[in-house]
């Protein structure tokens, strides 16, 4: 029977059952060499895979049925719909990807940790949205999946877990919408996503498996707040923020246009709110220099950096007219424009606004503070048109003596640096934009270095240059009077050096039900006049205060701390969120005396900035992660995610380890050594896939359709892994041939009645290929791995009947980690017992990548006329002499005379006639 008149169920009965391989394999040097002796060598000929394949028949025969609803592959031969199934069926029931444990028991107790290289391999953590999988999110996890595949050939220990970042407003959104509890849904989203995974033929150890949700989670996600409250970087503050009464929550910067919310268009004022604070500030000098040394893309690490905003400068002390008690303090890069202050403007809400505000100017600035109360950070930021008020208050210089208008301004805010700035008009286009819009002073203390340059009084000249109209330091370079001035400052008490940081604290607090309960309470006091014994203050009416000035930690033995049972999941119009209407969890008593509970959450990072360290070690019950497993499998070699994620994430969860790095709990500094950013899949339409666009394409869809092992390949081969591009399902069908034609090729190998030797071409395309898959593979280059797979296959492919059994093992070895299923069972085929899972990756030969031979072209009179093949050393004369046996060359310098010959060896050779 021909193969291409095999059916779908003849060939499954025709293909082998692998068994698991469990062998260690020694590290390997630059050639990839490896040990065989674990694995039987590849059949000698036919005959031998034929009676390899027959002891196997009745173990495949007892593979569980696959379905058979999706349509087989198109173009001849690969059962994609059967196969995919029982492999992973194959890898689910026996563990295959279970990660190994890298400290072994000798007899006698000693402790041996393994000799090979781990590989700690990483995606970014996924929220289960209840929409699923699009096409787009299976691009980062198929490649870690290829490199996790990778490295276990390559003698690697590989640790490639999974899990969940469970906890999230959507789950409760829908909560609130539906009155399904958030745990049902998020259940069921996991249950989804999971399935999905696993369609597509991931090699997670799904042991590992975790989800921020879980009890044993949390309790560890709340003992790390409390490391974090007990080192004194976790505190109590009030912090302004955007509070939304329709909506009944705490809305994000960008959520808020115009002082209205985005999603419903509903009035959002700030409040003043109580919020526990994360002091990352603290960390901030060691976060950008921990920096140093990873291997991440450089957009990221200028990312991470500008968001940190590490700033250089001057601190300057303006003293205030009239209050000798107060002053107002700014911080500039630029303190060599001191003597071109003209005003100064304050923040807003900064504290100093009503106690410097004239009477005469109350009613403007009360009205100006109103309505810019309404508007986030962002919205106050980005708006192009500056507002400001006049207070009537002056500040003095304190070089100068001049006393300086003091202007309350909304681009301008209270929370970052000091909540003024000195406005510098000649020399800073947005103080000059302001200065003319109201008529204030523009003082020129700057003026270019170029000789006969005229300062333009038409913009600012934001340019260094030299100091003039600046007293004794006229004359001075701009870094040269900063140094000067800064000294100055520093001489007379009022200022000095600085270094500030554009990062913040990190706000932790969410007013939410569906998060991670934060393990703080507080004590409760009553009237003088009552006994705490006799009240309740569970009970509407009884009248109490809670002392948020004296939090408690829970102890740690009593972690975790758990949400209570609600029915209502909405937020309501109190600010403090939907657990202060869980009465009966949030009060209770304690030695006779009352204390109530925090009823903020963790936000949904917190779950996130450690979830590597609890994949080391999901089922201890006794710590986080045990300091073995810390030191055997970290630091991550490999993180793949978004770039969405590159500032936040990254940020928080570097924080945190550095935190638990200075506690003792982990030996590396750093968490994530390597980071790869896989680019947008768009919609066919070139835009991001979203459900309003209706542009998304489901991955069950194509699975069905064409099976994993295209969608992965098809992912993988679409361009460079970090580029943008647009989904295309016509285009699927290029990787479905491929792989029809690999399955065919292998088929030929296997059906061969006696061993193909490889022919020279053969055997140098084979080699060539090995070496640029591997190369590729290192570089995360896939698209030109599978390109040269291509390449060999449609060479094997032309040798019909006679393709070397070599050549179609070696094939199936490297089109493994990028379509595993295809892999195992063209393995199988071949006639191995074991799976290829552990199997030592292909070898090639450095001197068989080379060519002998090379083509270059031929011109006569800069035109090309023809190409020939020489020798890769041949000189001038033996190429001149090939070329003279081409027709259309000699067609063109026959009966002329050659006045010159330009020879570039293995590149071009040019004859010149007249």
Not at 9 to 25: D, E, G, K, P
Not at 444 to 460: I, R
């Amino acid at each position: 029977m021909r193969l291409n008149q095999l059916t779908p169920t003849t060939m499954l009965l025709a293909t082998t059952h692998r068994i698991v391989s469990s062998s260690a394999f020694r590290a390997t040097g630059s050639t990839h060499a490896r040990r065989a002796a674990f694995l039987p060598s590849p059949p000698a000929n036919r005959a031998a895979a034929t009676r390899t394949s027959t002891r196997l028949l009745e173990t495949a025969a007892s593979t569980p049925a696959a379905s058979t609803d999706a349509p087989a592959a198109t173009g001849t031969g690969y059962p994609f719909s059967q196969i995919e199934p029982k492999w992973q069926s194959y890898w689910k029931k026996h563990h295959t990807f279970k990660t190994p444990d890298r400290r072994s028991a000798t007899p006698d107790g000693q402790i041996v940790k393994s000799p090979r290289k781990k590989k700690y391999i990483l995606d970014m953590f996924p929220y289960p949205s209840g929409a699923g999988l699009h096409v787009g999110h299976p691009e980062g996890y198929t490649a870690s999946d290829v490199m996790a595949r990778y490295y276990r050939m390559t003698a690697h220990d590989v640790l490639h877990p999974i899990g969940w970042d469970s906890f999230g407003l959507p789950a409760e959104q829908f909560a609130i919408n539906t009155g399904t509890h958030p745990e049902i849904t998020t259940a069921a989203n996991i249950a989804n996503f999971k399935r999905q995974l696993q369609m597509l033929g991931f090699s997670y150890d799904w042991d590992k498996e975790v989800a921020t949700t879980d009890v044993g989670y949390v309790k560890w996600t709340q003992w790390i707040f409390l490391q974090l409250y007990k080192k004194g970087l976790a505190k109590q503050s009030e912090v302004s923020v955007n509070w939304c009464p329709a909506l009944g929550t705490v809305l994000a910067n960008e959520e808020v246009i115009n002082g209205l919310s985005e999603r419903g268009d509903h009035p959002v004022v700030r409040l003043p709110l109580r919020q526990w604070v994360l002091k990352i500030t603290e960390y901030a000098d060691r976060l950008e220099k921990g920096l140093q040394g990873l291997d991440w893309p450089a957009g990221t690490m200028v990312a991470q950096e500008q968001w940190i905003g590490k700033s250089e400068g001057t601190e300057i002390v303006f003293a205030v007219d009239g209050r000798d008690d107060q002053n107002v303090t700014v911080f500039t890069t630029r303190a060599d424009t001191l003597f071109g202050v003209t005003y100064l403007t304050l923040a807003p809400e900064h504290p100093l606004v009503p106690l410097i505000t004239t009477p005469s100017q109350k009613d403007d600035v009360d009205a100006y503070v109103t309505t810019t109360s309404s508007r986030s950070d962002l919205d106050r930021t980005s708006n192009k048109d500056k507002t400001g008020v006049f207070t009537g208050g002056y500040a003095i210089h304190p070089l100068t003596n001049e006393k300086i208008p003091i202007w309350i301004g909304d681009y301008v805010l209270g929370s970052y640096g000091t909540g003024a700035v000195m406005a510098v008009p000649a020399h800073d286009e947005r103080d000059f934009e302001f200065a003319k819009k109201f008529g204030l002073d523009v003082k020129w203390v700057v003026e270019s270095k170029e000789e006969g340059h005229e300062l333009s009084k038409e913009e600012a000249f934001t340019q260094y240059g030299v100091n003039v109209n600046s007293g004794e330091f006229n004359g001075l370079t701009t870094e040269e009077a900063k140094k000067a001035i800064t000294a100055k400052l520093s001489e007379i008490s009022a200022g000095g050096s600085k270094i500030t940081y554009k990062l913040r604290d990190w706000v932790f607090s969410r007013q939410r039900y569906w998060g991670e309960p934060i393990p703080i309470y507080f004590p409760v006091d009553f009237p003088n006049d009552v006994d705490p014994t006799t009240v309740d203050p569970k009970m509407d009416g009884c009248e109490h205060t809670i002392r948020y000035d004296k939090p408690i930690p829970v102890d740690e033995a009593d972690l975790p701390l758990k949400l209570p049972e609600m029915d209502d999941f909405s937020p309501g119009d109190d600010p403090a969120g939907c657990l202060a209407r869980a009465k009966e969890w949030r009060y209770f008593q304690k030695d006779g005396k009352w204390y109530a509970r925090e009823t903020n959450t963790m936000p949904q990072w917190a779950g996130s900035c450690w979830y590597y360290f609890r994949f080391l070690d999901p089922k201890n019950d006794d710590a986080a992660f045990s300091p073995e497993l810390d030191e055997d499998w970290m630091p991550v070699d490999l993180y793949v995610g978004g770039a969405e994620h590159a500032v936040l994430h990254l940020l928080y969860a570097r924080f945190w380890h550095q935190v638990l790095y200075d506690l003792g709990y982990t030996k590396h500094p750093e968490p994530f050594q390597k980071l790869v950013h896989q680019g947008m899949i768009l919609g066919s339409d070139g835009e991001k896939m979203s459900k309003s666009r209706g542009n998304v394409v489901n991955p069950d869809d194509v699975v069905d359709a064409h099976g994993a092992d295209a969608l992965r390949l098809y992912e993988m081969f679409m361009g460079p892994l970090e580029a943008v591009k647009p989904w295309q399902t016509s285009q699927v069908a290029g990787v479905v041939r491929f792989q029809n034609k690999l399955y065919n090729v292998v088929q030929s190998a296997v059906q061969n009645e006696s061993d193909v030797a490889m022919d020279e071409e053969t055997t140098k395309i084979l080699h060539k290929t090995m070496k640029k898959v591997t190369e590729d593979i290192e570089s995360m280059s896939f698209n030109t791995a599978i390109s040269a797979m291509m390449v060999l296959t449609n060479h094997l492919t032309t040798l019909k009947d006679k393709v070397p059994w070599e050549a179609a093992e070696k094939l199936t070895l490297m089109v493994s980690p990028f379509a595993p299923h295809l892999g195992e069972e063209c393995w199988n085929l071949l006639g191995h017992d074991k799976s290829l899972a552990y199997h030592p990756w292909v070898e090639y030969d450095e001197a068989l990548c080379v060519d002998n031979t090379v083509t270059i072209g031929v011109q006569v009179n800069g035109k090309k006329r023809g190409e020939i093949e020489i020798s890769v050393d041949a000189d001038q004369e033996v190429a001149v002499e090939q070329a003279m046996k081409v027709q259309t060359i000699l067609n063109q310098v026959d009966g002329k005379e050659v006045k010159k010959v330009i020879f570039v060896p293995g590149r071009i050779l040019n004859i010149i006639v007249k």
